[in-house]
T-cell receptor
Framework: NAGVMQNPRHLVRRRGQEARLRCSPM?????VYWYRQLPEEGLKFMVY????????ESGMPKERFSAEFPKEGPSILRIQQVVRGDSAAYFC?????????????????FGEGSRLTVL | DAKTTQPTSMDCAEGRAANLPCNHS???????VYWYRQIHSQGPQYIIH???NNETNEMASLIITEDRKSSTLILPHATLRDTAVYYC?????????FGTGTRLQVFP
């Protein structure tokens, strides 16, 4: 069973370009989480999605950032008109069920991240 | 989710037990304690979690005090590969909120 797959592993963009980061969850997982980690800082929650639905986007910047998790295919984190401050590692995690509630294990499976560098 | 407090950094000699403390004095009755770690540049890795009882798995042991206001993660025989940032998270919502964690350095 392959783990969470993220691509690209490294992405370089110039200011003003668009960045698309993809995340394929583990087989059978329908819950996806995106986190951002700025250099030398901790992980910051961005968004939580289930298939075709955004459940919690409280950590997403209000502009330029969007996420989707279509019925078929990977989850996509899209950053429009990138700026230097967007340079970071973006981690995706998946879970077979919501990370809360009495039946949860709380275990999220993380990918190896996509490192975005904005020139 | 309740707030956690962890030491910024700790050292441990290889082969010895690493005991990583975490304070969560505002934890509520239905909140679990989770531990994750992040080895440099890698994605976070789940270690263990618990509610009230002590827990043990192949990676570590989790000791939760009776009042649940604090816990300790124990790596029984630390190796150099255990050098990482260890995160203690208390939650029962739909997402995990990571703090700053404890940077554990295992030395030879």
């Amino acid at each position: 069973n392959a783990g969470v797959m993220q691509n690209p592993r490294h992405l370089v963009r110039r200011r003003g370009q668009e960045a698309r980061l993809r995340c394929s969850p583990m087989k059978g997982h329908s819950h996806v989480y995106w986190y951002r980690q700025l250099p030398e800082e901790g992980l910051k929650f961005m968004v939580y999605l289930q298939k075709e639905n955004i459940i919690d986007e409280s950590g997403m910047p209000k502009e330029r950032f969007s996420a989707e998790f279509p019925k078929e295919g990977p989850s996509i984190l899209r950053i429009q008109q990138v700026v230097r401050g967007d340079s970071a590692a973006y981690f995706c995690a998946s879970s077979p069920r919501s990370a809360s509630g009495p039946s949860n294990t709380g275990e999220l499976f993380f990918g190896e991240g996509s490192r975005l560098t904005v020139l | 989710d309740a707030k956690t407090t962890q030491p910024t950094s700790m050292d441990c000699a290889e082969g010895r037990a690493a005991n990583l403390p975490c304070n969560h004095s505002t934890i509520s009755g239905n909140e679990y304690v989770y531990w994750y770690r992040q080895i440099h540049s890698q994605g976070p890795q789940y270690i263990i979690h618990g509610l009230k009882n002590n827990e043990t798995n192949e990676m570590a042991s989790l000791i939760i005090t009776e009042d649940r206001k604090s816990s300790t993660l124990i790596l029984p025989h630390a190796t150099l590969r255990d050098t990482a940032v260890y995160y203690c998270i208390v939650h029962n919502t739909d997402k995990l909120i990571f703090g700053t964690g404890t940077r554990l350095q295992v030395f030879p």
